[in-house]
């Protein structure tokens, strides 16, 4: 999808809007395969955190997903694949994710193991499927985040000795559709190249939805690392019948305040983060915020849980050193990753309608990238 200035371009950035939506001991998994979407089952829903089946949220998973094949088939040549969402990238950076030493019972869940230090990769992108656009353009911007080196069996199919555990989020605490289908319409509407159909962005989000669409993209930041993100959509947290459902965010530990630049350069984001990290590290808190109350319903993503309600929690510090990220080795690297909530152990599960349909999706549209562009498909090590 390209954007396009004019009078329709707040429903336009609408539909840039859909586009948001190393070091271990295990061997590493190469999954490049056909692309099917039909491969990849749903999860099992879990009643008793509240998960509800969708009607016919297999089939409107695998149409978004065919719709996304179709969309980059025809928007790329072979070898020049990006993401459908976020493709345009600030910057692959190596991190250290390291555990809070003492953490309270119901927190020390899954890899959330009290002072344990793992390496990672983070990822920091704008959301615009528009991989040309200049920084300064009101955008959502995204931080993914791949910790190397987890201990346990992941849930992805084919993919459980993995040793990786994937974190992302984007920078407004809400995701603008509860209903997959409303999902589904927009793309099939932003994409059809009609000026009629792209207008019907309002109506294929509703009020709500429409709302928090234009407030996730309505967003100018300074830095990537001193942004705050949120995981939108819930998570679970442990396992067994003490497991609860939280969300997750990350914000800078610096509390300097930092301003947009006075003349921003077309990729002052990526300048930013590389005259960061040239001068010294970077630090990030990442936080849990558990449900206190069942009207936080995990089926919602469009509620914010107010964090007056649910406060969040530090699990750990995302200590980012000093360092050269940007080289063209580091880049390919990067583009070659795939990041998916499903990236994960069964302790961190994704809930919900929105993470159910993205299991199936990110891993179709993952495998077309990369079969395109004949790179191979592996979690790194
Ligand atoms: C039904 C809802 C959604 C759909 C269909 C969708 C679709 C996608 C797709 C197709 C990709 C590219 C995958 C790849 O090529 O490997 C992607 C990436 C991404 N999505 Fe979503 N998404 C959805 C919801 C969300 C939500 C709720 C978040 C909130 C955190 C989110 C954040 C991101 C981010 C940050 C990336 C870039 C990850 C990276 O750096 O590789 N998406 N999404």
Redesign the pocket.
Known sequence: MTYHQGPTSLWLNLALM????GCSNAEPTNTTAPASPNAISLPVIDPYLGEQLFPDEKAIALQ?SLL?EKTLRKQYRPGEVR????PK?HGCVKAEFRVEESLPEHLAKGMFIPGKTYQAWI?F?N?SSDATRADIKRDAR???IKVLGVPGQMILPGEEEASTQDF???NHPV?F?ND?GR?LSLIKHQGSGSVWDKLRAPFDLGAKGTLIALQTINKKIANPVQTRY????PYQLGNGPDRQAVKYSARSCSTTAVSLPDKPGHDYLRDALRSTLQNGDACMDFLVQPRTSSRMEVED?MTEWKEADAPFYKVATLHIPRQVFDTPEQNRFCEN????PWHSLPEHKPLGV??R??KV??DH??RV?HEMNSATRQEPQ
């Open positions: 859909t586009a948001i939506s978004t996304i993401r459908d969402a976020h990238s990822r992108s959301g995204g931080m993914a992302i989020m984007i995701f559709a997959p999902y949120w995981s939108m959509v993503s990753l795939s990041f998916t929105t993470n349909a993205r999706i990110y549209v993952s990238r």
